[in-house]
């Protein structure tokens, strides 16, 4: 694949995330004010796709290779393995009232690294774990969190003209198949990465492990996702 066409690739992604969120309509009833947990996986079928998550159209049976309900220890979770350059994400939208709800927590657990990924590279950009925060429906600005192979905690990426600010919070493979626990404050991270407010609510989130780019496996577990304030 030469670069011209990874970069088309790439932001073609970028945009089909940003869609996923057209086919949404349901919101779900928050019962705590203060902390709310948009998805922690315990009402599904294990072994299944998440029924509350959305992807592209067509794109659901690929999904659904990548992308399981599992459960350890009594605790739901999403595996999910790329193996086959799929390259698929998964979205949920939800009213999220930013101003109310500023932070975003959740845990996820790398499996496996795609091998010499490198987020920073359009012949490179796979990542093992990856959370999205999408402003705005198709071309809107994304925020991408992610568990990188090779670029350092702490580094962030601009891709897209701009309208995608990655960061990296966990990298390389010492904590491998280690839980590892986040909470990002999403309006100072917005305002911090492109320069201005946010000054209207996320449409909701996205996860994305791939491994397509590099054409090398890539496995990351997903957990409770909580919205809370400051």
């Known amino acids: 694949m030469d670069q011209q066409t990874s970069r088309r690739s790439h932001h073609n992604s970028l945009r089909t995330v940003l869609i996923f969120f057209l086919l ?4 779900p009833a928050w019962a705590n004010p203060g902390k709310n947990v948009v998805e922690d996986f315990e009402s599904y079928k294990v072994g299944k796709l998440p029924s509350s998550w959305r992807t592209w159209p067509f794109q659901r049976n690929k999904a659904a290779r990548v992308y399981t309900v599992t459960k350890e220890k009594g605790n739901a979770f999403v595996h999910a393995v790329d193996e086959w350059d799929i ?12 101003d109310r709800y500023p932070r975003l927590s959740w845990r996820w657990r790398a499996k496996t ?7 920073s590279d359009d012949l490179k950009n796979d990542s093992a774990c990856g959370v999205y925060i999408i402003i705005g429906k198709f071309e809107g600005h994304a925020i991408k ?16 003209e701009g309208k995608l600010k990655i960061s990296v919070l966990d990298s390389g493979k010492s ?34 492990t791939d491994g397509n780019a590099t054409h090398s496996p890539a496995a990351c577990d997903y957990d409770d996702f909580v919205i809370s304030g400051r």
Request: glycine residues 6%.
């Open 87 to 98: 390259s698929t994400a998964l979205s949920l939208n939800f009213h999220w009232d930013i």
């Open 175 to 208: 904590d491998v198949g280690t839980w590892q626990e986040h909470a990002v404050d999403v309006k100072k991270d917005y305002e911090k990465l492109f320069g201005e407010p946010l000054k209207k609510n996320p449409a909701g989130i996205a996860i994305l």
């Open 145 to 160: 969190y992610v568990w990188s192979t090779t670029l350092p905690s702490g580094k962030t990426v601009t891709r897209k």
């Open 113 to 119: 690294l795609p091998k010499d990924a490198k987020e």
């Open 24 to 27: 949404l309509c349901t919101s």
